[in-house]
């Protein structure tokens, strides 16, 4: 019975670990395509293409790895973390993690006049104003959409993008 209990703890370590470790690669690889489906007005098109993080997130590692030598278009891409709401600077995407999402309120006051997509993973957050939420449906990663939070900054999401979320609103 002992080697039973040891055995169901490893297997939910390691299974948690892999989860932990598979889920901000996932999503990183989500966003990129976010990048080459989504399009910004024409006074976001020069310059680098940042993506921000607000908070201490493990998806921070992951997107700086990956998208450290691509572009969307001409723009390189420049990763950027934020600590606060009230640090926010001008971004094309913003990832705010589980634990940020009750601020969502907040930064959309702080993205007023700015063409940010608004990314998020938690249930409910489309309703709190993001355009696009993470979820997962039967153990896989997908995304929902909500095309009019897009609209309001501007942002517009392409009928591919629409037609690969699990949910498009």
Same mark, same amino acid.
């Given at each position: 019975?002992?080697?039973?209990?040891?055995?169901? #703890?490893?297997?939910?370590?390691?299974?948690?670990?892999?989860?932990?470790?598979?889920?901000?690669?996932?999503?990183?690889?989500?966003?990129?395509?976010? #990048?080459?489906?989504?399009?910004?007005? !024409?006074?976001?098109?020069?310059?680098?293409?940042?993506?921000?993080?607000?908070? !201490?997130?493990?998806?921070?590692?992951?997107?700086?790895?990956?998208?450290? +030598?691509?572009?969307?278009?001409?723009?390189?891409?420049?990763?950027?973390?934020?600590?606060?709401?009230? +640090?926010? /600077?001008? #971004? =094309?995407?913003?990832?705010?993690?589980?634990?940020? /999402?009750?601020? @969502?309120?907040? @930064?959309?006051? =702080?993205?007023?006049?700015?063409?940010?997509?608004?990314? /998020?993973?938690?249930?409910?957050?489309? !309703?709190?104003?993001?355009?696009?939420?993470?979820?997962?449906?039967?153990?896989?990663?997908?995304?929902?959409?909500? /095309?009019?939070?897009?609209?309001?900054?501007?942002?517009?999401?392409?009928?591919?993008?629409?037609?690969?979320? $699990?949910? $498009?609103?």
């Amino acid at each position: 019975m002992k080697r039973f209990w040891i055995t169901l #703890c490893a297997v939910f370590v390691f299974t948690t670990a892999y989860m932990q470790n598979t889920i901000p690669r996932a999503q990183t690889l989500f966003i990129y395509n976010f #990048c080459l489906l989504t399009e910004w007005p !024409d006074g976001y098109r020069t310059g680098p293409f940042i993506i921000g993080v607000l908070g !201490d997130s493990e998806i921070t590692g992951e997107l700086e790895s990956y998208m450290s +030598d691509r572009k969307v278009g001409s723009q390189n891409i420049r990763i950027v973390q934020f600590n606060a709401s009230k +640090d926010i /600077t001008r #971004c =094309h995407i913003l990832f705010v993690p589980f634990s940020k /999402t009750r601020m @969502i309120p907040e @930064i959309s006051r =702080h993205l007023a006049g700015k063409s940010t997509l608004l990314v /998020t993973e938690r249930s409910g957050a489309l !309703d709190a104003g993001s355009a696009i939420n993470f979820v997962i449906v039967r153990e896989k990663m997908k995304f929902e959409v909500r /095309t009019e939070n897009a609209d309001k900054y501007g942002i517009s999401l392409s009928s591919e993008l629409q037609e690969m979320a $699990a949910l $498009a609103m």
